[in-house]
């Protein structure tokens, strides 16, 4: 089992940076790829970055690549998620999950944070 703790949220605005960090407890956090979703007032919440347990394979949603980088350090059982260029549209919850398959698709992750909120002033 994982528990997950994000944290590094705020306000920020347009073309801005932040850096947002997943904590994780548990001996087995190398053994779990990792994903970054995010979910908007009224919308559902959708993928946004993963990670292999290596570090070696990111991934993107086509709306961040380029803007967000995706990192993970097993020594501290801590991933991370470097956000620059933020538009407005960026401004939701940021949660971090755990899945034994490197997929996009929300129902493979089996644990959850409690999620973040980023917001983007215009």
């Known amino acids: 089992q994982v528990q997950l703790v994000e944290s590094g949220g705020g306000l920020v605005q347009t073309g801005g940076s932040l850096r947002l960090s997943c904590a994780a407890s548990g001996r087995t956090f190398s053994t779990y790829h990792m994903g970054w979703f995010r979910q908007a007032p009224g919308k559902e919440r959708e993928f946004v970055s993963a990670i292999s347990r290596s570090g070696i394979t990111p991934a993107y949603a086509d709306s961040v690549k380029g803007r967000f980088t995706i990192s993970r350090d097993n020594a501290k059982n801590t991933i991370y998620l470097q956000m620059n260029s933020l538009k407005p549209e960026d401004t939701a919850v940021y949660y971090c999950?755990?899945?034994?398959?490197?997929?996009?698709?929300?129902?493979?992750?089996?644990?959850w944070g409690q999620g973040t909120q980023v917001t983007v002033s215009s």
């Open positions: 999950a755990a899945s034994l398959t490197l997929a996009t698709a929300l129902n493979q992750y089996s644990y």
